[in-house]
């Protein structure tokens, strides 16, 4: 069964600090890979995603993530933490075709200490 | 390029009453997501549209739960009657057919019943 593990509920980390978000996924096809991140309030708002290519992708806010296909892993990373990177982030899978319904993990929370 | 619409932002109603929450998608996007997001969880699909057809409705709970998309374009999401645990955020996405297939949000519609 298709499914998106992230291992991680609630991280804290100080700002400045580097970090890692992990993301495993069990998916059946070579898949697309998304990782999200929610404010408070607010909807998700997509920060890179992983198609084909190169492996490791470049997002927004200073966030990059690697595909491993051997670990079936896709984890978030970001080198320095800034105190607005505090929110909910979702790592998603999906898959080409006429069907691409995305499939979830649970979210993992990030909290930064000053 | 205008993002997805969401209204209303916040709604307030007792149980047993009826809401309805609206959607208006990315211009051209033939795919359109209802989910829900209890406090604390990650989103869970509720209803997933290509253009105004019904794709995956199998979470819906369709006993107080409706939703349409008559013209393939805006949607409404009906809960009626409302029920305590009904209290959640309301996300509208969509996506496109030919892109990679990310999902854009909206911001969501905060529904409380008391």
């Known amino acids: 069964a298709q499914s998106v593990t992230q291992p991680d509920i609630h991280i804290t980390v100080s700002e400045g600090a580097s970090l890692e978000l992990r993301c495993n996924y069990s998916?059946?096809?070579?898949?697309?890979l998304f990782w999200y991140v929610q404010s408070p309030g607010q909807g998700l708002q997509l920060l890179l995603k992983?198609?084909?290519?190169d492996t490791l992708v470049q997002g927004i806010k200073g966030f990059e993530a690697e595909f491993k296909r051997s670990q079936s892993s896709f984890n978030l990373r970001k080198p320095s933490v800034h105190w607005s990177d505090a929110a909910e982030y979702f790592c998603?899978?999906?898959?080409?075709?006429?069907?691409?319904?995305?499939?979830w993990g649970l979210g993992t929370s990030l909290a930064v200490n000053p | 390029e205008a993002g997805v619409a969401q209204s209303p932002r916040y709604k307030i109603i007792e149980k047993r009453q009826s809401v309805a929450f609206w959607c208006n998608p990315i211009?051209?996007?033939?795919?359109l997501y209802w989910y829900q997001q209890i406090l604390g969880q990650g989103p869970k699909l509720l209803i997933q549209?290509?253009?105004?057809?019904?794709?995956?409705d199998s979470q819906l709970p369709k006993d107080r739960f409706s939703a349409e998309r008559l013209k393939g374009v805006d949607s409404t999401l009906k809960i009626q009657p409302a029920k305590l645990e009904d209290s959640a955020v309301y996300l509208c996405?969509?996506?496109?057919?030919?892109?990679?297939?990310?999902?854009?949000f909206g911001e969501g519609s905060r529904l409380t019943v008391l």
């Open positions: 996405a969509s996506q496109s057919l030919t892109n990679t297939g990310e999902l854009f």
């Open positions: 549209f290509q253009n105004n057809g019904v794709v995956d």
């Open positions: 211009s051209g996007h033939a795919t």
């Open positions: 998916y059946g096809a070579t898949p697309y």
């Open positions: 998603a899978v999906g898959a080409s075709g006429n069907n691409r319904k995305l499939i």
């Open positions: 992983y198609f084909s290519g």
